[in-house]
Nanobody, 121 residues
Framework: QVQLVESGGGLVQAGGSLRLSCAAS????????MRWYRQAPGKQRELVAT???????NYADSVKGRSTISRDNAKNTVYLQMNSLKPEDTAVYYC???????????????WGQGTQVTVFS
């Protein structure tokens, strides 16, 4: 079994910063794409940032220039550094990853349980 566990959420004033972490554990051979999503109350879950195994990244327009996604492949961990936070960044942030169990196996998609980020003005 595989688990994704997020940490680093919290309450922060507008203009502040937070660094989210998500560690994958369990029967892992390799991890392809790792992603951060967020879901605000009453809104659909949206893709915030993606990083693939080679290091290429992609960001939603809403966070581009303010956030940086990175990963530590040795630790099976993905990070999201968020700066210049705004109240509209308030949401539950979810980690998502494509994970294979052994060489040549297909990738399976996993979600973390989410971590709350609240930005107040």
């Amino acid at each position: 079994q595989v688990q994704l566990v997020e940490s680093g959420g919290g309450l922060v004033q507008a203009g502040g910063s937070l660094r989210l972490s998500c560690a994958a554990s369990g029967s892992i051979f390799s991890i392809n794409a790792m992603r951060w999503y967020r879901q605000a109350p009453g809104k659909q879950r949206e893709l915030v940032a993606t990083i693939i195994s080679g290091g290429s990244t992609n960001y939603a327009d809403s966070v581009k220039g303010r956030s940086t996604i990175s990963r530590d492949n040795a630790k099976n961990t993905v990070y999201l550094q968020m700066n210049s936070l705004k109240p509209e960044d308030t949401a539950v942030y979810y980690c998502n990853a494509d994970i294979s169990y052994y060489s040549g196996s297909q990738y399976h998609n996993y979600w973390g349980q989410g971590t709350q980020v609240t930005v107040f003005s």
